[in-house]
């Protein structure tokens, strides 16, 4: 199966996201009354408000998720010209909507004026892009010279024989364009020690295969290096101020270290999430893609450019590192899934704490492992030996192809993301509560097989 498909619809989602950001950039901007779509001419009875505009992504999602159905279907059949068709199909209804929502803001408000700073602050995108594509074959070349290849360990014993020094270019080409576009201070310099440290430590794991004990140490230093370079989670936002407690609460204002110890704990903790979630060719530096793309939308909504400079330059690298490392990959991330947790944290502090927005994006990836960890207690397993029970295995067993089961969560998660970025306060609490309780329930059925399932419903 060639990767044309997937790209278009990679293409068709990207096209959703932009159309979702553009009303939500524009509303405020707009007349009480707007057309909902551009035809011509339009009467009283085709005019609704600003908000009627999120029908037009709403129903472009819609098309998208109903036409990647299709798509799987297809493919099961082995139809590949046909799952093309209709993959280029989708593609251009997703065009012809993105470009509806385009036009109505150009007719009626105040357009979309691309400035010269707009222009400029694209250039880490790109700049950081083809570093990476750069970088990936050169790192191939060296890793198949050095014999650096993944080999059988633990549960996973079909693996297949690939580079796996996807962290050497993803810090190598995130370093090399953040010190083009951004003055190198204390804090920067910090984040650039803590990635080197694990680039090392992680490309020492790939090698050698480090005992967890070391590995967690080695992450822990990681995070003290970014709080001694003053980086840190300084306040919370209080979700529920609206009943009248404080609108934040202040972690610096104790004799105990609460800022410091918080910003441990998520540093910690996100290195080791985004690490677990990378078992599939593409996973997690495709969800990395869609995080560092809120993270972006986050820091364009409070005028943060650091934090936006630094979300496209890993979201470039990132994806310039896709090209290689999506299904069939040539290249794994191996232990730089500990170096994009490491990077990943550090924005979500650099974009002003909002960690309720980066827990909601990470929803899937967290719940994931909580699951994980409770499933391996409850089975008597040490925590830190791994298995076949994540997610993505779970609906590889259930018949999807890895590019499927990829897919999914790209857009999940990419669903997730666009919530956290329209959703404030005590609507984020209740977004992140009903995705764990979603969860839940998922990981209870998703344990039982269809058969079971039937059985079960026979008895009741």
Request: net charge positive; aromatic share 10%; proline share 5%.
């Amino acid at each position: 199966m060639s990767k044309t498909p997937t790209l278009i619809l990679a293409a068709s989602f990207l096209l959703v996201l932009i159309s979702t950001l553009v009303v939500y950039l524009t509303l405020s901007s707009l007349p009480p009354e707007v057309p909902l779509w551009y035809t011509l001419p339009w009467g009283v009875e085709r005019l609704s408000s600003p908000k009627g505009l999120y029908t037009i992504p709403i129903a472009e999602a819609a098309a998208f998720f109903v036409n990647l159905l299709i798509y799987w279907g297809l493919v099961k059949k082995r139809e590949e010209s046909a799952a093309q068709v209709f993959a280029s199909l989708g593609l251009a209804i997703s065009l012809l909507l993105t470009l509806s929502v385009l036009r109505i803001v150009n007719l009626v408000g105040p357009g979309l004026k691309v400035s010269l700073a707009t222009l400029n602050l694209l250039r880490p995108l790109a700049v950081g892009f083809f570093f990476s594509l750069g970088l990936t074959p050169l790192m191939i070349r060296i890793g198949k010279r050095l014999r650096l290849i993944d080999r059988p360990h633990g549960p996973y014993v079909d693996v297949r024989p690939l580079v796996r020094l996807g962290g050497v270019v993803l810090f190598l080409a995130f370093a090399l364009t953040i010190l083009i576009f951004l003055p190198l201070d204390k804090h920067l310099t910090a984040l650039l020690l803590g990635g080197l440290w694990l680039t090392v430590i992680g490309t020492v794991d790939d090698i050698f295969n480090l005992s967890p004990l070391v590995l967690g140490t080695a992450h822990l230093a990681a995070a003290l290096i970014l709080v001694l370079g003053g980086v840190g989670i300084d306040f919370i936002s209080n979700p529920l101020a609206f009943l009248g407690g404080p609108r934040i609460f202040q972690l610096d204002l104790w004799r105990i270290p609460f800022a410091d110890l918080f910003t441990l704990l998520w540093v910690f903790t996100l290195i080791n999430i985004v690490d677990w979630l990378d078992g599939l060719d593409g996973l997690a530096t495709g969800v990395g893609v869609v995080a560092s793309a809120v993270i972006l939308g986050i820091s364009l909504i409070f005028h943060t450019p650091v934090t936006a400079t630094l979300s496209l330059a890993l979201g470039g690298v990132l994806l310039g590192f896709l090209v290689f490392n999506f299904s069939p990959a040539k290249i794994l991330l191996g232990s730089g899934g500990y170096l994009l947790g490491f990077f990943l944290a550090v924005l979500g502090i650099y974009s002003g704490g909002k960690i309720a927005t980066a827990l909601l994006v990470l929803a899937l990836p967290v719940l994931d492992t909580m699951f994980v960890l409770l499933n391996r207690l409850r089975r008597g397993r040490p925590l830190h030996l791994g298995d076949r029970t994540h997610l993505h295995h779970r609906l590889l067993e259930r018949g999807l192809s890895v590019r499927q089961v990829v897919l999914l969560e790209w857009g999940l998660c990419g669903l997730l993301g666009g919530a956290a970025l329209f959703l404030t306060g005590w609507k984020k609490l209740l977004a992140i509560a009903a995705v764990f309780v979603v969860g839940l329930v998922f990981n209870q059925l998703s344990g039982l097989t269809i058969s079971e399932l039937k059985g079960r419903w026979r008895r009741e």
